[in-house]
């Protein structure tokens, strides 16, 4: 099976182009044995670049755990990158769908005639309780609530961009926070389809700095889904602009939400590293 590794802003997939050979029978077991840092090729999880009926492609996520993912606002920049650099739709405006439904995306193209960067209209936030889906109260809009996590009271504030999302505004998104809170997070009873989870430094109204412990993947890079969600906690919130600059650990990503009409666009590279074979 031939693959390729993408990553953007330090989220990194393997990718298999469902174009030019047949959709694996057992993905969620590929993803866990190509992802694995050890023993594998190394990623966040498994992108498959899929045909679509109703879209240019659709792309199917699967976590570094084999669980499936609605959709990675990062995972699919580097999908429309490959999309535009080997010619399966050599367009600049591209449809894709996935598990949250179908996207557009625009490409900006390099000199050389490859893909740099991408922006990806992420759609319109969901933020009732039962969208996210949340059980931390009955119904409305979770923001800003007083939560309380492993004996610790957060104010915390849930947002769903196609996936889950919690967002936690702290001083300092220490190891302690991401790492031990996170994965207790995730699972928490209060979160029926589990959650990705994000400690947010605000820096200004104009900035901030994110840690995402990602929902079946654990500590990630960067997580455009979460940087959304971020944009979104933060305008609600009166933390920050609608227009922001997220530092994730692998990169920076724009965020924009959109008040004309409540989507949120969200701007960042997109790198192809390399080609392999995985044997059979």
């Not at 993912?69 to 739709?89: F, P, Q, S």
Request: proline share 4%; charged share 25%.
């Amino acid at each position: 099976m031939k693959f390729t590794k993408m990553h953007g802003a330090g989220n990194d997939y393997v990718y298999v182009d469902c174009f030019a050979q047949s959709l694996p029978v057992d993905a969620a077991s590929l993803a866990r044995d190509v992802a694995h840092r050890h023993f594998g090729v190394g990623g966040d999880g498994l992108i498959l670049i899929c045909p679509s009926e109703v879209a240019d492609v659709r792309m199917q996520m699967h976590n570094a755990d084999g669980s499936e993912a609605e959709m990675c606002g990062n995972g699919i920049r580097c999908l429309a990158k490959y999309v535009y650099d080997h010619d399966i739709a050599r367009r600049k405006n591209l449809k894709v769908e996935t598990g949250a439904g179908v996207l557009d995306l625009t490409l900006h193209v390099g000199e050389d005639g490859l893909v740099e960067e991408v922006t990806v209209d992420m759609g319109k936030p969901m933020l009732e309780a039962a969208q996210v889906p949340t059980t931390i109260r009955e119904s409305g809009p979770v923001i800003d609530c007083e939560v309380d996590f492993a004996g610790r009271t957060f104010q915390v504030t849930c947002v769903s961009m196609g996936n889950p999302h919690c967002i936690i505004f702290v001083p300092e998104a220490t190891d302690e926070l991401v790492l031990g809170l996170g994965p207790a997070i995730e699972t928490d009873r209060r979160f029926p389809h589990r959650t990705n989870v994000e400690f947010v430094e605000r820096i200004s109204a104009g900035e901030v700095r994110q840690r995402t412990w990602e929902r079946g993947s654990g500590e990630t890079w960067a997580c455009g889904t979460g940087a959304s969600a971020v944009c979104v906690a933060g305008v609600l919130t009166g933390r920050t602009d609608r227009r922001i600059l997220n530092h994730l650990l692998g990169g920076d990503l724009i965020l924009d939400w959109d008040a004309s009409n409540e989507h949120v666009k969200m701007t960042g590279a997109a790198v192809e590293v390399f080609q392999g074979e995985w044997p059979a």
